[in-house]
């Protein structure tokens, strides 16, 4: 997308003949171009910050889910293993 950005803004440049974005005369058109991909820009950069949150978030959940799930399997053995030496005593 920023390619497409960058030509839109060399295409109306090219047309205008200006180059220079502090001459008076430099195209509408480019200005808001411009604006409309740094805003892009922005964008992206914020939405791979929350991405890279959801990433960390979501590993965080997955060790805390591993450590549940392996509490949960010594319990298991634990009991079983309590069964079996209550059934030896009858």
């Known amino acids: 997308m920023d390619a497409a950005l960058v030509r839109e803004i060399t295409v109306e440049e090219d047309r205008a003949g200006i180059h220079d974005m502090a001459n008076v005369a430099y195209p509408l058109v480019a200005k808001a171009v411009q604006q409309r991909r740094e805003n892009v820009r922005r964008s992206i950069k914020e939405l791979m910050k929350r991405l890279d949150d959801a990433?960390?978030?979501?590993?965080?959940?997955?060790?805390e889910f591993r450590k549940v799930e392996f509490r949960d399997e010594r319990r298991q053995v634990r009991d079983q293993s309590?069964?079996?030496i209550d059934g030896r005593r009858l």
């Open 82 to 84: 309590d069964s079996e």
């Open 55 to 63: 990433r960390s978030a979501m590993a965080e959940a997955q060790d």
